[in-house]
């Protein structure tokens, strides 16, 4: 079945540390999308990728990097620039083009330990 | 800034009662609406809306986009529990195909 799958799905960090989300799509989809998402609010935009090797900063990207070297990854590192990581983190993907809807991961859940 | 605001944040109701379920935006070329259900992990895509005044159906949901008010609205009749979810509205800048997403609706329906 196609669809994006995101590893792991519970992570825990240590103080000082870097960790890195998977985030992987065998849709075809061209441009991918990585989300925070805090309880009680909604969405926020870190990064994304409209095509291989570019992305774009979101509105959250401080505390994050993400690289785009294959149509079907999409990884995000948070550093430990990022002092305050706890929260839950969806991927998305589309195909580029107007009035295509993003579809998600099942997310993953990051805490500090 | 690009925005969007959901309301209610909650909502709790009977089953086999109906909601409505709000989104206002400030979006600078504004492109088109989404609705989204989140239950336990995954966001699923529900509808767009691009066109004010038309209104999409699926089942016991529908929705409906007022491009002069800059809203929309979720209808979901006859309520069942497993309506029970967050719904996310969303809006999509022409251009930067990206969405700014509202703080969401937490829907509970009680048997």
């Known amino acids: 079945d196609g669809g994006i799958t995101q590893s792991p799905k519970y992570l825990f960090r240590k103080e000082g540390q870097n960790v890195t989300l998977s985030c992987e799509q065998n849709l075809n989809h061209d441009a991918m999308y990585w989300y925070r998402q805090d309880p009680g609010q909604g969405l926020r935009l870190i990064y994304y990728s409209q095509i291989v090797n570019d992305f774009q900063k979101g509105d959250i990207a401080e505390g994050y990097s993400v690289s785009r070297e294959k149509k079907e990854s999409f990884p995000l590192t948070v550093t430990s620039a990022q002092k305050n990581p706890t929260a839950f983190y969806l991927c998305a993907s589309s195909i580029r083009g107007l009035n295509q809807p993003q579809h998600f991961g099942d997310g993953t859940r990051l805490s500090i330990l | 800034e690009d925005k969007v605001v959901q309301s209610p944040l909650s909502l709790v109701v009977h089953e086999g009662d109906t909601v409505t379920l709000n989104c206002s935006y400030e979006?600078?070329?504004?492109?088109?609406l989404l609705w989204y259900k989140q239950e336990k992990k995954a966001p699923t895509f529900l509808f767009m809306l691009?066109?004010?005044?038309i209104e999409k159906k699926s089942g016991r949901l529908s929705s409906i986009l007022d491009k002069k008010e800059l809203s929309s609205i979720l209808n979901i009749t006859a309520t069942q529990t497993g309506d029970s979810a967050i719904y996310l509205c969303?809006?999509?800048?022409?251009?930067?195909?990206?969405?700014?997403f509202g703080q969401g609706t937490r829907l509970t329906i009680n048997p």
């Open positions: 969303a809006v999509e800048n022409q251009g930067a195909q990206k969405l700014v």
């Open positions: 979006v600078t070329n504004f492109r088109s």
């Open positions: 691009t066109s004010s005044g």
